[in-house]
T-cell receptor
Framework: DAGVTQSPTHLIKTRGQQVTLRCSPI?????VSWYQQVLGQGPQFIFQ???????GRGNFPDRFSARQFPNYSSELNVNALLLGDSALYLC???????????????FGAGSRLTVL | AQKVTQAQTEISVVEKEDVTLDCVYE???????LFWYKQPPSGELVFLIR??????QNEISGRYSWNFQKSTSSFNFTITASQVVDSAVYFC?????????FGTGTKLQVIP
Protein backbone atom coordinates (compact mmCIF):
# COMPACT_ATOMS: atom_id res chain seq x y z
CA ASP A 1 0.00 0.00 0.00
CA ALA A 2 1.21 3.49 -0.79
CA GLY A 3 2.12 5.70 2.13
CA VAL A 4 1.49 9.41 2.35
CA THR A 5 2.72 10.98 -0.87
CA GLN A 6 3.71 14.60 -1.27
CA SER A 7 4.62 16.68 -4.28
CA PRO A 8 6.79 18.32 -5.29
CA THR A 9 9.71 16.98 -3.28
CA HIS A 10 11.83 20.08 -3.78
CA LEU A 11 11.09 23.52 -5.09
CA ILE A 12 12.71 26.92 -5.22
CA LYS A 13 10.72 30.14 -5.22
CA THR A 14 11.52 33.81 -4.88
CA ARG A 15 10.15 36.23 -2.33
CA GLY A 16 6.62 37.36 -3.05
CA GLN A 17 5.69 34.32 -5.10
CA GLN A 18 3.01 31.81 -4.24
CA VAL A 19 3.38 28.06 -3.80
CA THR A 20 1.01 25.10 -3.72
CA LEU A 21 2.01 21.84 -2.09
CA ARG A 22 0.05 18.63 -2.54
CA CYS A 23 -0.58 15.63 -0.36
CA SER A 24 -2.30 12.29 -0.86
CA PRO A 25 -3.11 10.45 2.36
CA ILE A 26 -3.00 6.74 2.93
CA UNK A 27 -6.05 5.06 1.47
CA UNK A 28 -8.85 5.11 4.04
CA UNK A 29 -7.38 8.00 6.04
CA UNK A 30 -9.76 10.92 6.21
CA UNK A 31 -7.68 13.27 8.34
CA VAL A 32 -4.79 15.29 6.92
CA SER A 33 -2.49 17.61 8.83
CA TRP A 34 0.22 19.97 7.65
CA TYR A 35 3.40 20.80 9.53
CA GLN A 36 6.32 23.13 8.90
CA GLN A 37 9.77 21.95 9.93
CA VAL A 38 12.51 24.54 9.89
CA LEU A 39 16.03 23.13 9.80
CA GLY A 40 17.11 21.97 13.24
CA GLN A 41 13.65 22.34 14.78
CA GLY A 42 10.67 20.13 15.43
CA PRO A 43 7.61 20.17 13.18
CA GLN A 44 5.13 22.99 13.84
CA PHE A 45 1.43 22.45 13.34
CA ILE A 46 -0.18 24.48 10.56
CA PHE A 47 -3.57 22.91 9.78
CA GLN A 48 -5.67 19.84 10.28
CA UNK A 49 -8.53 18.81 8.00
CA UNK A 50 -11.02 16.05 8.57
CA UNK A 51 -13.77 15.18 6.14
CA UNK A 52 -12.97 18.35 4.15
CA UNK A 53 -13.47 20.64 7.13
CA UNK A 54 -10.77 22.56 8.95
CA UNK A 55 -10.52 21.13 12.46
CA GLY A 56 -7.44 22.89 13.72
CA ARG A 57 -5.17 25.79 12.87
CA GLY A 58 -1.75 26.63 14.23
CA ASN A 59 -0.19 30.02 14.80
CA PHE A 60 0.55 30.88 11.19
CA PRO A 61 -0.37 34.03 9.26
CA ASP A 62 -3.27 34.21 6.83
CA ARG A 63 -0.81 33.82 3.97
CA PHE A 64 -1.08 30.11 4.73
CA SER A 65 -4.23 28.34 3.61
CA ALA A 66 -5.24 24.79 2.87
CA ARG A 67 -8.10 22.71 1.67
CA GLN A 68 -9.11 19.07 1.47
CA PHE A 69 -10.79 17.51 -1.52
CA PRO A 70 -13.55 14.86 -1.68
CA ASN A 71 -10.92 12.16 -2.23
CA TYR A 72 -9.23 13.36 1.02
CA SER A 73 -6.15 14.68 -0.73
CA SER A 74 -5.06 18.11 0.37
CA GLU A 75 -3.28 21.23 -0.80
CA LEU A 76 -1.33 23.76 1.23
CA ASN A 77 -1.01 27.24 -0.28
CA VAL A 78 1.40 29.89 0.84
CA ASN A 79 1.11 33.39 -0.62
CA ALA A 80 3.58 36.27 -0.65
CA LEU A 81 6.51 34.04 0.25
CA LEU A 82 9.09 35.28 2.72
CA LEU A 83 12.63 34.03 3.24
CA GLY A 84 11.50 32.62 6.58
CA ASP A 85 9.05 30.30 4.84
CA SER A 86 11.99 28.16 3.71
CA ALA A 87 11.39 24.82 5.39
CA LEU A 88 10.38 21.21 4.99
CA TYR A 89 6.59 21.01 4.75
CA LEU A 90 5.25 17.75 6.05
CA CYS A 91 1.87 16.25 5.43
CA UNK A 92 0.51 13.61 7.78
CA UNK A 93 -2.60 11.51 7.56
CA UNK A 94 -4.49 9.65 10.22
CA UNK A 95 -7.06 6.91 10.30
CA UNK A 96 -8.58 8.31 13.44
CA UNK A 97 -11.35 10.78 13.84
CA UNK A 98 -11.31 14.45 14.43
CA UNK A 99 -9.49 15.14 17.66
CA UNK A 100 -6.18 16.05 16.14
CA UNK A 101 -4.20 16.07 19.34
CA UNK A 102 -4.76 12.38 19.88
CA UNK A 103 -4.07 11.16 16.39
CA UNK A 104 -1.27 8.81 15.48
CA UNK A 105 0.22 10.46 12.43
CA UNK A 106 1.71 8.84 9.36
CA PHE A 107 3.99 11.34 7.68
CA GLY A 108 5.04 11.82 4.11
CA ALA A 109 8.62 12.54 3.11
CA GLY A 110 7.88 16.24 2.81
CA SER A 111 8.25 19.05 0.32
CA ARG A 112 11.40 21.09 0.78
CA LEU A 113 10.75 24.71 -0.07
CA THR A 114 13.58 27.18 -0.56
CA VAL A 115 12.70 30.85 -0.85
CA LEU A 116 15.37 33.08 -2.36
CA ALA B 1 -0.05 26.73 26.23
CA GLN B 2 1.66 23.48 25.44
CA LYS B 3 5.41 23.05 25.56
CA VAL B 4 7.78 20.15 25.04
CA THR B 5 11.40 20.36 26.11
CA GLN B 6 14.08 17.99 24.88
CA ALA B 7 17.15 19.35 26.58
CA GLN B 8 19.57 16.95 24.89
CA THR B 9 20.37 18.34 21.48
CA GLU B 10 22.79 15.61 20.43
CA ILE B 11 23.90 12.34 22.00
CA SER B 12 26.62 9.99 20.81
CA VAL B 13 26.92 6.46 22.10
CA VAL B 14 28.93 3.43 21.13
CA GLU B 15 26.99 0.54 19.71
CA LYS B 16 25.45 -1.78 22.35
CA GLU B 17 25.33 0.95 24.97
CA ASP B 18 22.01 1.91 26.52
CA VAL B 19 20.79 5.46 25.99
CA THR B 20 17.93 7.49 27.47
CA LEU B 21 16.33 10.41 25.69
CA ASP B 22 14.66 12.90 28.00
CA CYS B 23 11.36 14.66 27.43
CA VAL B 24 9.62 17.13 29.72
CA TYR B 25 6.25 18.61 28.86
CA GLU B 26 3.96 21.38 30.04
CA UNK B 27 0.21 21.51 29.57
CA UNK B 28 -2.88 22.71 31.40
CA UNK B 29 -5.05 20.05 29.81
CA UNK B 30 -6.19 17.18 32.00
CA UNK B 31 -6.48 14.89 29.00
CA UNK B 32 -3.53 14.78 26.67
CA UNK B 33 -1.40 12.40 24.66
CA LEU B 34 2.32 11.87 24.49
CA PHE B 35 4.20 10.56 21.49
CA TRP B 36 7.66 9.67 20.31
CA TYR B 37 8.57 9.86 16.63
CA LYS B 38 11.81 8.93 14.89
CA GLN B 39 13.18 10.88 11.95
CA PRO B 40 15.96 8.96 10.17
CA PRO B 41 18.26 10.70 7.68
CA SER B 42 15.73 9.98 4.92
CA GLY B 43 13.50 12.58 6.58
CA GLU B 44 10.21 10.75 7.05
CA LEU B 45 8.94 10.83 10.64
CA VAL B 46 7.99 7.42 11.95
CA PHE B 47 5.59 6.87 14.84
CA LEU B 48 6.99 4.91 17.78
CA ILE B 49 4.52 5.18 20.67
CA ARG B 50 1.47 7.00 21.99
CA UNK B 51 0.35 7.22 25.62
CA UNK B 52 -2.63 9.02 27.07
CA UNK B 53 -2.48 11.04 30.27
CA UNK B 54 -4.43 8.45 32.25
CA UNK B 55 -2.11 5.58 31.49
CA UNK B 56 1.15 5.83 33.42
CA GLN B 57 2.21 2.28 32.86
CA ASN B 58 5.68 1.97 31.47
CA GLU B 59 5.96 0.17 28.17
CA ILE B 60 8.56 -2.04 26.62
CA SER B 61 8.75 -2.94 22.96
CA GLY B 62 11.79 -4.97 22.09
CA ARG B 63 14.85 -2.81 22.77
CA TYR B 64 12.67 0.28 23.32
CA SER B 65 11.10 1.29 26.61
CA TRP B 66 9.24 4.35 27.80
CA ASN B 67 8.93 5.79 31.29
CA PHE B 68 5.92 8.10 31.81
CA GLN B 69 5.93 10.01 35.10
CA LYS B 70 3.06 12.43 35.49
CA SER B 71 4.45 13.77 38.77
CA THR B 72 7.51 15.14 36.98
CA SER B 73 5.78 15.73 33.61
CA SER B 74 8.31 13.51 31.90
CA PHE B 75 8.09 10.87 29.21
CA ASN B 76 11.56 9.44 28.72
CA PHE B 77 12.64 6.97 26.07
CA THR B 78 15.33 4.35 26.54
CA ILE B 79 17.01 2.31 23.85
CA THR B 80 18.74 -0.78 25.17
CA ALA B 81 21.77 -2.21 23.36
CA SER B 82 21.77 0.54 20.77
CA GLN B 83 22.46 -0.24 17.14
CA VAL B 84 23.74 1.86 14.26
CA VAL B 85 20.25 1.76 12.70
CA ASP B 86 18.98 3.67 15.73
CA SER B 87 20.86 6.75 14.55
CA ALA B 88 18.21 9.39 13.88
CA VAL B 89 16.56 12.45 15.33
CA TYR B 90 13.94 11.55 17.93
CA PHE B 91 11.03 13.84 18.67
CA CYS B 92 8.82 13.86 21.71
CA UNK B 93 5.38 15.34 21.09
CA UNK B 94 2.39 16.42 23.16
CA UNK B 95 -1.14 16.15 21.81
CA UNK B 96 -3.77 18.41 23.29
CA UNK B 97 -6.99 19.88 21.96
CA UNK B 98 -6.76 20.23 18.19
CA UNK B 99 -2.97 20.20 17.86
CA UNK B 100 0.23 18.33 18.44
CA UNK B 101 3.29 20.17 19.76
CA PHE B 102 6.70 18.71 18.99
CA GLY B 103 9.92 19.20 20.88
CA THR B 104 13.07 20.34 19.13
CA GLY B 105 14.38 16.80 18.86
CA THR B 106 17.41 14.87 20.06
CA LYS B 107 19.89 13.72 17.47
CA LEU B 108 21.22 10.29 18.38
CA GLN B 109 24.39 9.02 16.78
CA VAL B 110 25.32 5.40 17.41
CA ILE B 111 28.94 4.77 16.63
CA PRO B 112 29.95 1.25 15.48
Amino acid sequence: DAGVTQSPTHLIKTRGQQVTLRCSPISGHKSVSWYQQVLGQGPQFIFQYYEKEERGRGNFPDRFSARQFPNYSSELNVNALLLGDSALYLCASSLEAATSGANVLTFGAGSRLTVL
Amino acid sequence: AQKVTQAQTEISVVEKEDVTLDCVYETRDTTYYLFWYKQPPSGELVFLIRRNSFDEQNEISGRYSWNFQKSTSSFNFTITASQVVDSAVYFCALGGYQKVTFGTGTKLQVIP
